[in-house]
């Protein structure tokens, strides 16, 4: 059982510590694996995500029954594409136990009820959660030889 949760400030930590870690970020192998994120970006990155996401961005780091972080859900509307492209993380220590699949299912919910009328994500080819994605609705849009373009209509 999974809840949402807005970050505070310094609950980044966890956050970094997500996206530091080999195993956890091993799905981000294609595109360069752990991502470098010093405090000195937190505050840029906390005013652009939660302070002024100006309807167009949600993120919410995920507690489980034990109030203990496990991931992290978010979506943001792309400048380009203009479409809502999905993202969830779930802390390697955690996977395995059902909270991706619940984590997706909390983010389809919060985009429904934010206006998002269809969610998209691309994934690395080789990326086993695309099982879970489809699982959960999300249908293959595309695929090149390095990536599966998802969607799903809410």
């Known amino acids: 059982m999974l809840t949402t949760y807005i970050p505070e400030y310094n609950d980044l ?4 510590l997500m996206l530091s870690d080999e195993e956890t970020m091993s799905y981000n192998k294609a595109w360069g694996g752990t991502i ?3 405090r000195e970006e937190w505050a840029d990155w906390y005013d652009w995500w939660i302070t002024n996401n100006e309807g167009k961005r949600y993120y919410r780091l ?13 979506y943001h ?3 380009d ?11 390697a220590p955690f996977r395995r136990k059902g909270f991706g699949g619940e984590a997706l299912d909390l983010l389809i919910r919060a985009a ?5 009328s269809v969610l998209y994500d691309d994934i690395a080819i080789d990326n086993t959660a695309k099982e879970m994605f489809l699982k959960h609705g999300f249908i293959e ?3 090149t030889e390095d990536k599966i373009f998802l969607k799903k209509e809410l």
Not at 62 to 74: C, N, P
Request: charged share 25%.
């Open 13 to 16: 930590s966890f956050r970094q």
């Open 81 to 91: 594409t203009g479409y809502a492209l999905a993202n969830v993380i779930i802390y």
């Open 141 to 143: 849009e595309y695929s």
């Open 77 to 79: 509307i792309d400048r």
């Open 36 to 38: 470098p994120w010093p």
């Open 62 to 74: 995920l507690k489980d029954k034990t109030g203990r972080f496990v991931g992290e859900i978010a």
């Open 112 to 116: 429904k009820e934010n206006g998002i």
